[in-house]
Structures are given as C-alpha cells and as structure tokens.
C-alpha cells in the first residue's frame, strides 16, 4: 500500500501535514519526512476529523427506505417491512449494501456495525466499497440452527471476503429470542470471541412485557440468565431507551457499549429520554448509529449526531451537556473501540480512518469553530476525501462504481414491491 501525505490540512485549528503509511497515521507536522512514493492530497480548503463509527445498522434495509411510513412500530413491520423481506435474496442485499455503503462513504462512515441476513452477499458488498463491517448473523427463537460448525462456517465466508470484515453474533430482541436461544447466542458469542448484537429497551411497551413475562426489565434479565457475565466487553445493546439505575450499575459493570439511535426513536415515535448523561457518568461506553434507513432514511452521522445533541440539549434544558468534542468521542471513538479498533482519533500511532470536509461548503463559511460547523451547520455532503485503514474510498466526493449502484438499488427495490 501506497504512503498517504495530506498537505496543509487544518488540524484542531492549525494548518499542518498528516503521513498515513500502512493503514496508521504515522507522523503529523509541518516538518515531517514525504516519502517520494507518496499519494499527496492537498488538503488546502479542507478540515481533517476522524472518521464516522455507525454502530447499529441494517444496511440492505436501505432498498426500503420510504416504504410505509407514519405507522405504528408493529404495523409497519406486519404490513410494510416483513413482506417486502421476504423477497430480498442475496443478489437484492449484495446491492443493498453497496448502497449503503455508498451512502456512508459519502458521509464519512468507515466503520457499520450490522444485523441481517445473507451475510455472504453482504461481505463481498463491504469488502468490494472497501470500509469496514461487523456483520451481526441475526437470531430468534431458541436458534437452534446457530451450531460451532455453522459458525465457523460462516466466519470463513464473512471474514474471508475481506481483512475489514468481522462475523458477530446478534439475536434479535429478548422479545423474539427465547431464554434457552439468549443463553446459546451468549456462549457462541464467548466461545468465538465475537460481539454479541442486540435490540434493548427500544420501547416502554416491550420492557413492560418482559417483565411480565419473565418478571425481570431486559438488561435485568440477561444478567440473570448470565449472558452480560458471558458477553464482558463485547456486548453492544441497541437503543437502550428504558432503563433504570439498576441496569445502568450493571452495565458500567459489564463494559456494554450501547448505541443510541435518535433518527429511528423519534420517526417511529419510541421515545426520546436516552439516558446518556447518566451512562456516560457511570462509564457505559456510548456509541451512536443511524438504525436502518427502513426506519430512519438516512445514514448520515452527521445528522444522527445533531440530532443526539439537540435531544440532550432541549430534554434536560441545559446547553452545556454532549459538547462538540464529546459528542465528536461518541460518533467516533466510542464506536471504533466497541469494534477494538484502535481509531477515532488524529494521532500519531492511531489507526488510519478518518475524512476531509469541504470548507467552501456553506456550513463553514464563515468559521469560527470547525466542530461547530461540523456537527451544528454541516450535512454528510460537505464530506470531500474519506480514508479508510490507510486507503482512499472517496476523494473530490467520487466513488468508484457508484452510477451501477444506483441503477442496481433502484432495480432490486422495484423488485421488492412486485407480489411473487
Ligand atoms: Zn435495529
């Protein structure tokens, strides 16, 4: 792989030179040695941040993206979402996701943390846009079919597609998996050493019904069953939306990463009052994600972190809370370390993924605070370059093969509505 050199880029506020060389940055200054082989960006006009870490994802659902809004969460899913699944095979996800990634790419994600279905399809998509997947092998039931050898099986053809890939564990819901399949996800999880990838707490009316039915709230539940004890470190808990201080103790204690995803709370009408304050403060790892775009319509982070923001702002009516540069850890950081990936940060000796933003972009102009402009004023367009490991996937917001895509994902989602 090529060195990297971008040239008089503005860094935390000062113009400086950054040296990528096998996918880590590996010298920041104004006098560090350009390696004659060099691929040179001149970064003059643009802004370096890190890269996007889009931790809860369904990235094929994006060929639904604007069907069936506007409905209640089990409606939508009984008339909309579920007949339309059924006739996305592998070559429908395969374009699915080069969709998403596409979309990510162009907003600055280089990192999805994912739950689906035809994994296969869905790696080679990922390795082919060259970013980065956890692709989660969805469960329910008592999932009976996840056994060591499938697993294996299944890893060789995910994490064979590509050196970014990585194959996790995800049953669906406490509320779709039985005690017996929570359990057996768990040790597949401890005996693979993968992540372990779950809905939680999403809606009141589903904590309220795991209490009646199995009279513990959720995270209550799995450290019951000893699933928290079996996932230490690996777990990551989407939406987490309804908790209580029980439950937040027993998180800090199991280091879970948790993912919120406002764009799909507030559309689906779930709820608002994330509990991040509270989490961060008894150390939960935080990370932020989009949710499919099925649910939320977009995958730009840029908007999801907004959005966070402002939730947190106005709920607690207190502007100090989630500033830029946390909530620039929560994007970034948080996530890439639930993936153990070391990146999300510009330093000598961090993994190689981050972006150039655009200054003409009107969002900077004028610009008095880079991370204002970014979080407070910018959409996902006013990303220009993105690298990802030490490799350029977008430079001057082009990407290869992106008109097929495009003709391919509206293609397979006119498919989808045709009855068969
Ligand atoms: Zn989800």
Redesign the pocket.
């Known amino acids: 792989m090529e060195p990297i050199i971008i040239e008089n880029v503005l860094l935390n506020e000062n113009r400086t030179n950054i040296l990528i060389e096998n996918s880590k940055i590996t010298g920041i200054g104004t006098q560090i040695p350009m390696p004659v082989n060099a691929i040179r960006i001149d970064g003059r006009g643009k802004a370096a941040f890190p890269a996007f870490a889009n931790m ?1 994802t ?1 990235a094929a659902m994006t060929l639904l993206k604007g069907m069936g809004s506007d409905m209640p969460l089990q409606q939508w899913l009984n008339e909309s979402i579920w007949p339309a699944e059924k006739h996305l095979d592998g070559e429908a996800v395969y374009w699915g996701v080069k969709l998403a990634c596409l979309e990510m790419i162009k907003s600055g994600t280089t990192l999805f943390n994912d ?1 689906y279905f035809h994994l296969p399809h869905a790696a080679k998509a990922v390795a082919e846009m060259g970013i980065r997947g956890v692709l989660g092998l969805n469960v329910f039931g008592d999932g009976d079919e996840l056994t060591d050898e499938s697993f294996r099986q299944l890893r060789g053809e995910v994490e064979g597609a590509g050196e970014l890939l990585k194959l996790s564990i995800a049953p669906h819901s406490v509320y779709t998996v039985s005690e017996k399949g929570l359990v057996h996800c768990a040790e597949m999880s401890s005996r693979h050493d993968t992540i372990f990838q779950i ?1 939680m707490s999403e809606t009141e009316h589903e904590v309220q019904e795991c209490l009646s039915n199995h009279q513990f709230r959720p995270y209550a539940l799995l450290e019951h069953l000893g699933v928290l004890g079996l996932t230490e470190g690996r777990f990551v808990g ?1 939406h987490s939306l309804y908790l209580d201080a029980e439950e937040i103790d027993l998180m800090a204690r199991h280091r879970i990463t948790v993912t919120h ?1 406002p764009a ?1 709370n507030l559309k689906l009408g779930s709820g608002y009052r994330f509990l991040y304050t509270e989490m961060r403060n008894a150390g939960v790892n935080v990370a932020l994600g989009t ?2 775009s099925a649910s939320s319509n977009s995958l730009d982070m840029i908007e999801a972190a907004r959005l966070m923001s402002y939730l947190q702002k106005g709920v607690r009516q207190d502007p100090t809370v989630l500033p830029a540069t946390e909530l620039m850890q929560v994007v970034s950081e948080n996530g890439f370390k639930a993936a153990g990936i070391n990146a999300g940060r510009i330093e000598v000796g961090k993994v190689a993924d981050l972006i150039l933003v655009d200054l003409d972009n009107l969002a900077f102009v004028p610009m008095h605070n880079p991370l204002s402009g970014l979080f407070y004023a910018a959409h996902g367009d006013a990303v220009d370059t993105v690298v990802c490991n030490g490799r350029i996937v977008m430079r001057n917001r082009h990407v290869e093969g992106e008109e097929e895509i495009r003709t391919q994902a509206r293609r397979h989602a006119q498919l989808l509505r045709v009855e068969r």
């Open positions: 809860h369904h739950m809905h989407a995803n799909s949710d499919g």
